[in-house]
């Protein structure tokens, strides 16, 4: 009996039965939360109505995505040490995020990133190069979560063809743009909240069950997955066993280290959860307990890996369905049969439902707002109208999510989001950084860090090894890159960060230094309220 088949004979009823009650309850609170969302403030920010723990666990929902649960859990199992490094960097990176970026945006800002980084420059470039970045790292993000999908539903019910998948990608696309349209931000919020608590619940328990069946004892654990792993084994316990055999792959490492600690204060969807609470002291108490839950969840993954590798084993766990985003599942089935495995897997299309949406909210909301509302009808546009255009466009991005996922099927989710990354601390952490920091930076320094950033760092992207060109592997068939039997990659690396950051870098500090546009008046007004939050509220310039 195949992997596929054993895992469908586990209980498919079960599994879908548990998916449906999730969605129904939580379908249930979005339209609660509904009947509040009357102005735009309520749509974007939720009515600033969010306490500081409280977004700081939706924050940990937004961010504790499919790659953090199924992506990482998979990466330690089969990689071991090198795995956990994506941890170590998806949290160091909120270090960024809370001493430069957190209280200071929410300060400066009133629903999106393209509020602060227009503030002082010419409003309808820079809202239009803000909107077309966070467009391209929702996306990004999306083609994770929606891969993640895939993978996940075929594993629980046995789906192996192309198509069955496709079919399990667009109903999550479907759900998600209900979640968005009728709740807005305050609906998804909730959602967030939800499933950070199912989420770490479950990694929680799944955890204390693995510890145990080892006496509690983590180096009795890791000599299980040494064990289990053969001849391979030992390399699970160092550095090197997926990056370091080569200069190239140091460097790859490298790359994507630097992509990860930056990426995360350049993310749209986490930069504006600091519009939901009503003062700067709530966005910074929101950020402690973000990286409080995140850190404790990053803890987690490493036992819940290294117990797949252990319990499960790295070959099977590359022959199921889903392949290395499998581990987590497949661990759920090894220790609690069919019914662990169905609360697990329904956590994880939880955590899913709840990214896509806020990914989608973040980017109807600055299509609506910047490019809608300030470059198209140039700030004369209605509260009204702006929603009704956010709507329309999360339909818009819905369906171009639930296509790229379809193409994005089969791989690594961990691996997909750095490029998200990649794409974030390229496009827009060196324009927010010198908004706030640098007085002498202008709209022409804005524009060639946001769009130089962004068009290196995708065109370093298509042309690497993760799109095409890797080796087959002689047991799967099949090549680790994105479009199988062709190669017309140039560029070594498979995350560009090493290279795109400092060029956006250096793209913002040239496009200033050779334009004489200047605002003093404004940048004085913008550094008062960074710093005491004056007028936050109205801190839009039109």
């Not at 999908?149 to 019910?157: E, I, R």
């Not at 639930?402 to 060196?430: H, K, R």
């Not at 498979?494 to 004489?516: E, Q």
Request: hydrophobic share 55%.
């Amino acid at each position: 009996m195949n992997l596929a088949a054993g895992v469908e004979g586990s209980s498919p009823v079960l599994n879908i039965t548990i998916f449906g009650l999730f969605v129904v309850v939580t379908l249930f609170v979005v339209f609660r939360a509904s009947r509040n969302t009357k102005t735009a403030s309520d749509y974007y920010a939720a009515g600033r109505a969010f306490t500081g723990p409280q977004n700081g666990v939706a924050i940990a929902g937004d961010y504790l995505s499919a790659a953090s649960f199924l992506g990482i859990a998979g990466a330690i199992a089969i990689y071991g040490y090198d795995g956990f490094l994506y941890s170590i960097g998806f949290l160091v990176a909120w270090l960024v995020a809370l001493l430069l970026v957190a209280e200071l945006l929410r300060n400066t800002g009133k629903f999106t990133m393209g509020d602060v980084l227009a503030f002082r420059m010419k409003q309808r470039p820079v809202r239009a190069a803000a909107a077309t970045s966070t467009l391209a790292v929702s996306f990004f993000y999306l083609l994770a979560q929606m891969a993640g999908a895939g993978g996940l539903v075929a594993l629980l019910l046995g789906i192996e063809s192309k198509a069955g998948q496709a079919a399990i990608i667009v109903i999550v696309g479907i759900i998600m743009i209900a979640y968005v349209l009728i709740g807005g931000m305050k609906g998804t919020t909730w959602v967030q909240i939800i499933k950070a608590a199912l989420l770490i619940a479950g990694a929680l328990a799944m955890t204390l069950w693995v510890l145990g069946m080892y006496g509690f004892n983590l180096s009795a654990l890791l000599q299980g997955a040494v064990d289990k792993a053969g001849r391979a084994g030992e390399a699970l316990l160092g550095p090197g066993n997926q990056y370091g055999k080569t200069g190239t792959t140091k460097l790859d490492f490298l790359s994507l280290g630097i992509a990860l600690v930056l990426g995360t204060a350049g993310l749209p969807h986490v930069l504006m959860r600091f519009y939901t609470v009503p003062t700067a002291k709530e966005a910074r108490r929101s950020v402690v307990w973000a990286i409080a839950l995140i850190g404790v969840f990053y803890l987690f993954t490493l036992v819940l890996g290294y117990g797949a590798g252990a319990l499960v084993g790295a070959d099977k766990i590359k022959a199921a369905p889903g392949g290395v985003n499998s581990a987590a599942p497949l661990l759920a089935l090894e220790l609690g049969g069919p019914i662990l495995l169905g609360l697990i897997a329904a956590i994880a299309f939880a955590t899913i439902l709840a990214v896509v949406a806020g990914l989608t909210i973040t980017a109807s909301a600055s299509f609506a707002h910047d490019v809608y509302a300030n470059v198209i009808k140039k700030g004369k546009a209605s509260p009204a109208s702006e929603v009704k255009v956010a709507r329309i466009t999360a339909l818009v991005i819905g369906a171009v999510a639930i296509l790229g996922g379809i193409l994005a099927n089969g791989q690594n989710i961990a691996f997909l989001v750095a490029l998200a990354f990649a794409v974030a601390a390229s496009a827009n952490l060196p324009t927010i950084l010198y908004s706030l920091f640098w007085k002498r930076f202008n709209t022409q320094g804005a524009l060639w860090s946001i769009y130089g950033g962004l068009a290196v760092c995708i065109v370093l992207i298509v042309f690497s090894p993760a799109v095409s060109g890797k080796p087959v592997d002689p047991k799967t068939g099949k090549s680790a890159s994105m479009i199988q039997g062709v190669d017309f990659h140039w560029f070594p690396l498979d995350n560009p960060g090493l290279v795109s950051i400092p060029v956006a870098f250096f793209l913002g500090w040239l496009g200033t230094v050779l334009s004489k546009e200047h605002n003093q008046k404004k940048y004085a007004e913008m550094e008062v309220r960074s710093l005491t939050g004056a007028g936050a509220e109205k801190a839009v310039a039109h």
